[in-house]
């Protein structure tokens, strides 16, 4: 039985672990989320979550999650806003639009890894200019890729979504139990 660290400061990574069971410790380090041009949205969340992962340190018995989650619309990359602006033009974009969510794993001990990530297709209503300034007004745009979170009242603009929700809210849970146990590593 190996012990499972979770590198990560998302609120949402912990909330999901715990509620599918899984005992672990936090430990995260601050990392700069740099994507480089010409990488592709699953690139990125793969290149992410790995540059997350080194910079953790790890004993002997331990297994560490890091992970990524980016929003992309006809190829362009949306991560999280900087500021209003960014978060409204984000929102434009996805407007009436199916975008792509990708989020990326990296598992590791210190002698063996393992990196997949998850897709979900989300298809957004139209926003009219009204719906949109309200959203900023809510406070949900921050720390969120892509500006919006499915799990509070971004909920009003999605119409449908085809895939993992649990991936689009940060962590594709279920997936991630099937590749840990292959870590020696079981929820409770
Ligand atoms: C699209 C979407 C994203 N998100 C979140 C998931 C991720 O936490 C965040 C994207 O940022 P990330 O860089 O993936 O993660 P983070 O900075 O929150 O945490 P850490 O790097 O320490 O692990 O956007 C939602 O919560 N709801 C949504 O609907």
């Known amino acids: 039985m190996c012990n499972l660290v979770l590198g990560s400061q998302s609120p949402r990574r ?51 999650l890091t992970s990524d989650t980016v929003v992309s619309v006809d190829g362009r990359i949306l991560g999280k806003p900087a500021n209003f602006s960014d978060a409204r033009s984000y929102l434009q974009q996805l407007s009436g639009r199916t975008h792509e969510v990708f989020t990326g794993v990296y598992l590791r001990t210190n002698e063996e890894s393992c990196t997949f990530f998850v897709q979900t297709d989300v298809t957004f209503y139209d926003l009219s200019d009204n719906e949109i ?20 009242k971004g909920a009003l603009f999605v119409e449908k979504i085809d895939g993992d929700y649990y991936s689009v809210v940060g962590l594709p849970i279920s997936r991630v139990s099937r590749e840990l146990r292959t870590f020696n590593v079981s929820s409770g």
Do not use: C, N
Request: aromatic share 8%; hydrophobic share 40%.
């Open 14 to 64: 912990k909330e999901l672990l715990e509620l599918a069971g899984y005992r672990f410790v936090v430990r995260s380090s601050e990392v700069e989320e740099v994507i480089e041009e010409g990488m592709t949205p699953e690139e990125a969340v793969l290149h992410l979550s790995q540059v997350k992962s080194e910079s953790i340190e790890l004993l002997e018995d331990e297994v560490l």
């Open 133 to 152: 300034e309200w959203y900023l007004s809510t406070g949900e745009i921050w720390d969120k890729a892509g500006a919006y979170g499915i799990q509070g």
